[in-house]
């Protein structure tokens, strides 16, 4: 049975930083690309970073681009997602999610290509 379980989230003012942890069981994590998600209220699911099985690449949303970083352990079965400069409109609910790599170089952006997700948790950020 696979498990995603995300921890790290909380409530932070603007401009700090969090840590985002995904651990990942019953699953070969090193085949697998992986990605965080965000969804916010009365807003769609929207993609926020990705990283490839080997941790070699990663790709990012824009509206993050400089200000997250995505990382990945796979002695661990975990990976992160370092989050700093956080604005208001980085409030959300942030999931993390496994895709069966097939060896792919690149980790997808799209969430209806991947395979298992998370519960999420829950990222508040106050003005």
């Known amino acids: 049975q696979v498990q995603l379980v995300e921890s790290g989230g909380g409530l932070v003012q603007a401009g700090g930083s969090l840590r985002l942890s995904c651990a990942a069981s019953g699953l070969t994590f090193s085949s697998y690309h992986m990605g965080w998600f965000r969804q916010a209220p009365g807003k769609e699911r929207e993609f926020v970073a990705a990283?490839?099985?080997?941790?070699?690449?990663?790709r990012y949303a824009d509206s993050v681009k400089g200000r997250f970083t995505i990382s990945r352990d796979n002695a661990k079965n975990t990976v992160y997602l370092q989050m700093n400069s956080l604005k208001p409109e980085d409030t959300a609910v942030y999931y993390c999610?496994?895709?069966?790599?097939?060896?792919?170089?690149?980790?997808?952006?799209?969430?209806?290509?991947?395979?298992?997700w998370g519960q999420g948790t829950q990222v508040t950020v106050s003005s």
């Open positions: 990283i490839s099985w080997s941790g070699g690449n990663t």
């Open positions: 999610a496994a895709d069966w790599s097939s060896y792919s170089l690149l980790p997808p952006p799209l969430s209806q290509e991947y395979d298992y």
